[in-house]
């Protein structure tokens, strides 16, 4: 992803839901990128939840992979 780009949060789940929707949309050429803002992590604790943000220019290219994704109970 370029500099500039208009980030879109698509996703929100678990980190092993999130890497594997994310492996899925890079298979279809879409950049993704995983944040995890939990504080948390000094405390040997796992974030509750992680959030995938794509290019708002990717997202309709990226809704039937991501509708498909939450249908068929991936997360």
Same mark, same amino acid.
């Given at each position: 992803?370029k500099?500039?780009d208009?980030?879109?949060?698509? #996703?929100? +789940?678990s980190?092993?839901?999130v890497?594997l &929707?994310?492996?899925?949309?890079? *298979?279809?050429?879409?950049?993704?990128?995983?944040?995890?803002?939990?504080?948390?992590? #000094?405390? +040997?604790?796992i974030?509750?939840?992680?959030? &995938?943000?794509i290019?708002?220019? *990717?997202?309709e290219k990226?809704?039937?992979?991501?509708?498909?994704?939450?249908?068929?109970?991936?997360?």
């Amino acid at each position: 992803m370029k500099k500039g780009d208009n980030l879109i949060k698509v #996703f929100t +789940g678990s980190e092993f839901s999130v890497f594997l &929707l994310k492996a899925k949309l890079e *298979d279809i050429g879409i950049s993704a990128i995983v944040r995890n803002d939990f504080n948390g992590a #000094f405390l +040997g604790t796992i974030s509750p939840a992680v959030d &995938l943000f794509i290019n708002e220019s *990717d997202l309709e290219k990226a809704e039937p992979l991501i509708k498909e994704f939450l249908q068929n109970d991936e997360v």
